[in-house]
C-alpha cells in the first residue's frame, strides 16, 4: 500500500509560482512513475505532468508546457511540481499520484491517490 500526502498549494497572483510536493509513503518509491493531475470546479480531472520511476522522463499537458515542471528526489520519496506563469485556469486541486507504468497521461493507469492540495490563481 502507498500513502500520498500533497502539500504547497495556496492563494497566488496571475503570473506567480508556486511549488507543490508530494511525499510518498514506502521504501520502494523509486519503483514508481508519477503524476500529476488537478481538478477544476465543475470540470473533469486533467492530466497535468508525469515522470518516470528514474525521472530520466518526463511528460506534460500541453496547456502546462514551458510553465510547469515535475521533478522528483528519490532519496526523500518526493515528488515535485513546480508552477510558474500561473494563470486563473490553473486554479484547481492538484493531486499527485502513483503508477506502474513507465510513464501515463491516464487518470486510469494510477493505482494510489494523494488527498490533493488547492491552487488558486487570482488577480
Known amino acids: 500500500q502507498v500513502q500520498l500526502v500533497e502539500s504547497g498549494g495556496g492563494l497566488v497572483q496571475i503570473g506567480g509560482s508556486l511549488r507543490l510536493s508530494c511525499a510518498a509513503s514506502?521504501?520502494?518509491?523509486?519503483?514508481?512513475?508519477m503524476g500529476w493531475f488537478r481538478q477544476a470546479p465543475r470540470k473533469e480531472r486533467e492530466f497535468v505532468a508525469t515522470?518516470?520511476?528514474?525521472?530520466?522522463?518526463?511528460s506534460y499537458a500541453d496547456s502546462v508546457k514551458g510553465r510547469f515542471t515535475i521533478s522528483r528526489d528519490n532519496s526523500k520519496n518526493t515528488v515535485y511540481l513546480q508552477l510558474n506563469s500561473l494563470k486563473p485556469e490553473d486554479t484547481a486541486v492538484y493531486y499527485c499520484?502513483?503508477?506502474?507504468?513507465?510513464?501515463?497521461?491516464?487518470?486510469?493507469?494510477?493505482?494510489?491517490w494523494g488527498q490533493g492540495t488547492q491552487v488558486t490563481v487570482s488577480s
Open positions: 515522470i518516470s520511476r528514474s525521472g530520466s522522463i518526463t
Open positions: 514506502g521504501r520502494t518509491f523509486s519503483s514508481y512513475a
Open positions: 499520484a502513483v503508477t506502474q507504468r513507465v510513464v501515463s497521461g491516464v487518470a486510469l493507469d494510477y493505482d494510489y
